[in-house]
């Protein structure tokens, strides 16, 4: 049986309020229940500094205001913010400030941005747009929902995949194509690293793993379970996969876990690496967003019952800071 580490205490920092730009900025909305009104605003956080500031992309209290994962284009330093109203909210990375909207499909609230292929992925649960880059021009939209998207290096597939789905679907960019079906349900969050489809299962604590060469799947059992967990009452959990994420050298994937631990994987020979325990204060640290910062020797986790991120030594857990009020479900990385 798969036993749990031992968990350990440690110190506290507050955040500064100011925010300064550095090398890297992580980005997300602020963290919102799946239905219902939200904060409309957009977080960013610079690990370097270890400085915070937020943006508006819609009045707080609102069902506009509500998203889950922001889209980033490098290319132009513009953030694509959905909503489930049926709007994209697009703001500048390095002002925060809004410089349009856009219409879409309803029940949004993931978006992704293929750089090479400058295209914008917009998915709901039901549904997925692409719009090219930077018009915004509708290219295709196709009956295929989900809550999580990953493509393939060269962004010719994109995976879509979500909690309630019992396959993944492949999806060929950029006509729109279903190309095919990975019998892989339940993916929580998925990512690609050295050509192998990562599928996060928050409900079995299964991490599935697709060779996309292949077609093969292999099934890696963890401790990331509660026997009681439900989807209707994910904050009452005490274990299971939330977001994934990967090492610059693309050797190792971790996932932030709802039991307090960043669950480690290796992504070239596909196996479980073990965990690093992270207490963010008493009792329970869930944690839900992941960012890999600092060259891959810190992390960016969202603890999402203490409504705050944490800074996290990846060598052992320890915490280095802690922003107060900043929590995201899903962090994105931004270079500037």
Known sequence: ?????????????????????????????TANQPKGPGHGQVLFIDPATRTASSASFAKAGTLAGNSFYAGYDAATKTIFVP??????????????????????????RVADVLGQKKLLMVLSGKSLA???????????????????????RSETKLFVGGNMDRKITIVDIPSGRIAGTYPVAGSGDLLMARGNLF?????????????????????????????????????????????????????????????????KFSAEHPKYLGEIPVRAGE???????????????????????????????????????????????RWVVARS
Not at 90 to 99: A, D, M, P, Q, Y
Not at 131 to 146: M, N
């Open 1 to 29: 049986m798969l036993k749990r580490a031992t968990l350990f205490a440690v110190t506290l920092a507050i955040a500064p309020a100011a925010y300064a730009s550095s090398n890297t900025t992580v980005l997300g909305a």
């Open 83 to 108: 909503s489930p109203v049926g709007r994209v909210t697009v703001l500048n990375e390095k002002t925060g400030h809004r410089v349009g909207t856009f219409s879409t499909i309803k029940g949004a």
């Open 130 to 152: 692409a719009y090219s880059l930077p018009g915004h021009t509708p290219l295709f939209t196709i009956p295929v929902g989900g809550n999580a998207l990953a493509t393939n």
């Open 199 to 263: 599928s996060a299962d928050i409900k079995t604590g299964v991490m599935s793993v697709v060779n996309t060469a292949t077609g093969k799947v292999t099934r890696i059992k963890t401790p990331e379970v509660d026997p009681h967990f439900s989807y209707a009452a994910i904050p009452h959990a005490t274990a299971g996969f939330m977001q994934l994420a990967k090492s610059p050298d693309q050797q190792v994937v971790y996932s932030a876990g709802f039991s307090g631990h960043i669950l």
């Open 283 to 329: 009792g329970m640290s869930k944690l839900s967003g992941l960012a890999i910062v600092q060259g891959g020797k810190d992390a960016l986790v969202t603890v999402e019952n203490r409504h705050e991120a944490a800074l996290v030594d990846l060598k052992n857990g320890k915490i280095l800071h802690v922003f107060k009020g900043d929590s995201s479900n």
